[in-house]
């Protein structure tokens, strides 16, 4: 199984984010497979984003959830994170990631979003 992560890298404050996380060697409709968006940056650490499962269903992290949306593509196998009005505090690596009834045991190599304008 593998997952890359693909995003515009430089945006500018107010845009909106949309990231992609093509998965192959495995169907990201597989129950009870979580999938994730985590981002890393400097001042935060990690942080979790949301996660949708095989079945399509969406959490969130209650600070990002009112512009934040996490959907999928299952002919595809792909995964998709949307982020509304980007400020400079949303620079960070973001990955997606895997996890199966147990802590994430796969993840993907990252992209770099930087917001500046």
């Known amino acids: 199984l593998h997952m890359q992560e693909s995003g515009p890298g430089l945006m500018k404050p107010s845009q909106t984010l949309s990231l992609t996380c093509t998965v192959s060697?495995?169907?990201?409709?597989?129950?009870?497979?979580?999938w994730s968006w985590i981002r890393q940056s400097p001042e935060k650490g990690l942080e979790w984003i949301g996660w949708i499962t095989g079945s399509g269903n969406t959490g969130y992290n209650p600070s990002l959830r009112s512009r934040t949306t996490i959907s999928r593509d299952a002919s595809e196998n792909r995964l998709t994170l949307q982020m509304n009005s980007v400020t400079p505090e949303d620079t960070a690596v973001y990955y997606c990631?895997?996890?199966?009834?147990?802590?994430?045991?796969?993840w993907g190599q990252g992209t770099q979003v930087t917001v500046a304008s």
């Open positions: 060697g495995g169907s990201i409709t597989t129950n009870p497979t979580v």
């Open positions: 990631a895997k996890r199966t009834n147990g802590p994430y045991d796969l």
